[in-house]
């Protein structure tokens, strides 16, 4: 079983529809969560933490359900400017270091 | 500000030969990852340092990998022999370690065509 596992999709998605997207980790000590996201041809960049009460960032929500080992991405009112790939990564932090790994993105194309 | 350097952007070489792929990370973090990026395998970390000091390499393929930080501010990461099946996209990644958190920055990438 994959660490970390993601839907690639693509998810094709009218101009101002709700998208959510959901990411399974496999190792339950896993500390911290956090969603990427990769525009084409482009590095990844932070697009928020995941924390265990829920967190909102604008159209942005991302939320962590420990139990079910289950973290999720939910974006309203998509914009054309969503267009990318969204990447879950799961922070296991053996020790106090770091061993973060990504799970594969899931291609997200607003369209017009 | 300066971000997380790589070069080169793109390289294109032949199998067989040796490739080097180099990084410096931002001022002032002190972990360093170098993550492979395929279609079919998505980003894969290669090796990650704390503090100039190998941690997990776990990911290093095979011995042809090797990689290398003698200082806070550069790190290096070489192929030797190159085959096809190492074209991929390589990234270096920065961050400050505080304890289990901590945001990557990554380079732009070294975008590796073996032939």
């Known amino acids: 079983r994959k660490e970390v596992e993601q839907d690639p999709g693509p998810f094709n998605v009218p101009e101002g529809a709700t998208v959510a997207f959901n990411c399974t980790y496999s190792n339950s000590a896993s500390q911290s969560f956090f969603w990427y996201r990769q525009d084409c041809r482009k590095e990844p960049k932070l697009l928020m933490s995941v924390y265990s009460s829920g967190n909102e960032d604008g159209r942005f929500t991302a939320q962590l359900n420990r139990a079910s080992q289950y973290i999720s991405l939910l974006i309203r009112d998509s914009k054309l400017s969503d267009s990318a790939t969204y990447l879950c990564?799961?922070?296991?932090?053996?020790?106090?270091?770091?061993?973060?790994?990504f799970g594969i993105g899931t291609k997200l194309q607003v369209i017009p | 500000d300066a971000g997380v350097i790589q070069s080169p952007r793109h390289e294109v070489t032949e199998m067989g030969q040796e490739v080097t792929l180099r990084c410096k990370p931002i001022s002032g973090h002190n972990s360093l990852f170098w993550y492979r990026q395929t279609m079919m395998r998505g980003l894969e970390l290669l090796i990650y340092f704390n503090n100039n000091v190998p941690i997990d390499d776990s990911g290093m393929p095979e011995d042809r990998f090797s990689a290398k930080m003698p200082n806070a501010s550069f790190s290096t990461l070489k192929i030797q022999p190159s085959e096809p099946r190492d074209s991929a996209v390589y990234f270096c990644?920065?961050?400050?370690?505080?304890?289990?958190?901590?945001?990557?920055?990554f380079g732009e990438g070294s975008r590796l065509t073996v032939l």
């Open positions: 990564v799961v922070n296991l932090a053996p020790g106090g270091y770091q061993k973060v790994t």
């Open positions: 990644a920065s961050s400050w370690n505080s304890g289990n958190t901590g945001e990557l920055f």
